[in-house]
């Protein structure tokens, strides 16, 4: 059974940083992607970052340069490091995970299997 707990959530002013964490139990499998999602109230869930087992990395354009999904194997955690953050960047962020092997790295809510709690970011001008 794959486990996500995502941390570091918290209140900042508009330009500060955060680093969120998810710590991943249960991944036996050596294929896996592993993904950053955020909702805000009224929306969908947006795909926020995307890591895979092949090191494949992707970031959407709305946090490109300022956002990095990053993940440490000994750890079990990927990290996703905020910087410039802006108030639009104010969502609950979720950590999802995939064991399936994909063809190109999966972005899409429904190709993710697993997923945390989630963790509040709220961001203040």
């Known amino acids: 059974q794959v486990r996500l707990v995502e941390s570091g959530g918290g209140s900042v002013q508009a330009g500060g940083s955060l680093r969120l964490s998810c710590v991943v139990s249960?991944?036996?499998?050596?294929?896996?992607?592993i993904a950053w999602f955020r909702r805000t109230p009224g929306k969908a869930r947006e795909g926020v970052a995307f890591?895979?087992?092949?090191?494949?990395?992707s970031h959407a354009d709305s946090v490109k340069g300022r956002f990095t999904i990053s993940e440490d194997n000994a750890k079990n955690t990927v990290f996703l490091q905020m910087n410039g953050l802006k108030p639009e960047d104010t969502a609950k962020y979720y950590c999802?995970?995939?064991?399936?092997?994909?063809?190109?790295?999966?972005?899409?809510?429904?190709?993710?299997?697993?997923w945390g709690q989630g963790t509040l970011v709220t961001v203040s001008s």
């Open positions: 890591i895979d087992s092949n090191g494949r990395t």
């Open positions: 249960g991944l036996t499998d050596t294929d896996y992607s």
């Open positions: 999802a995970a995939d064991l399936r092997r994909w063809w190109a790295l999966p972005q899409r809510e429904n190709q993710y299997e697993y």
